[in-house]
């Protein structure tokens, strides 16, 4: 578990993260979203000790970083997949980092295996591809075998496998009871990724929730319902109080239950070709939540704010 209360950090005149609190819980994957220079990176340096907070304390299993025995043993943390010498082979990377942690170095052989990089633990490091980079980033990350791991932008530039691999291996850590922090800008990646999520911007705590419901409070749930008889289907769901509007051959209907429009149909004897529920998206649903803190800083001239929407804070390249 990680827990923050209070967490500010100042450079300068420059407020990087302004009074955030929030718990990240274990046995789920959290995202951690933001715009770009929200303070995602800040925060999760703070949480490394890497960075001293200007006021507030982050706590991991109820310590502060800097009053863990070994670190590497409770916290794991992939920030920079090319951090790495590039001339060492990954096993030698591996090897390195955990005499220097005093982990046992048996442990480098179980990470390589997990992370599936077994058959290329002799090749130089330097010569990965980018996805092989963040397998042996995470490797180091598992070296410990630690309940807490954090992931800062972990499928930046991979490709769609690579990004498959990363969602599963998330799941996977969070399955067995880990706590999984991961912070992305690709807002379509982390409504599949994060079952939690955590979302800032400019350094405030903008919403702490599942993914489900961040979704459900910021954009309308709506059924699309096919059938013969729309007419008769849609006059009678009005009946019922429902919103009912045709688009492009199917009805779009609010305000009635899935279940209840089954029902309706079922007892009026009308022939229903589609029932399907239709979820808002996180983009959607970031656009809307973030609108006032983005307004907010545009309004104090803030030009990153001032310039782009939601939608192009999160998808333009770091
Ligand atoms: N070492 C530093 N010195 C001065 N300002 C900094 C430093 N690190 C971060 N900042 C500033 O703090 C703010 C938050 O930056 P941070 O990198 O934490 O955001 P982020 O959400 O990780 O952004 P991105 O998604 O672009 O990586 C930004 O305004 C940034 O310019």
Redesign the pocket.
Known sequence: MIEAVGLS?H??K?V??DDLSFTVRSGRVTGFL????????????MILGL?APTAGTVRIDGKRYRELHQPLRTVGALLDAKWVHPNRSARAHLHWLARSNKISTSRVDEVLEIVGLTGVANRRAGGFSLGMSQRLGIAAALLGDPQVLLF??PVNGLDPEGILWIRRFMHRLADEGRTVFV?S?LLSEMALTAQELVV?GR?KLIAQCSTDEFVAQATESTVTVRSPQADLLGSALRDQGGAVRAENGHLVVSGVDITEIGELAAAKGIVLHELSPQRGSLEEAFIQLTGDSVEYHAAVGDQTAAAASGADLMTAG?
């Open positions: 950090k450079y300068g420059t990087a993260v933001g715009p770009n220079g929200a303070g995602k990176s800040t925060t999760m340096r960075d800062d932008e912070s800008h800032i350094g770091k």
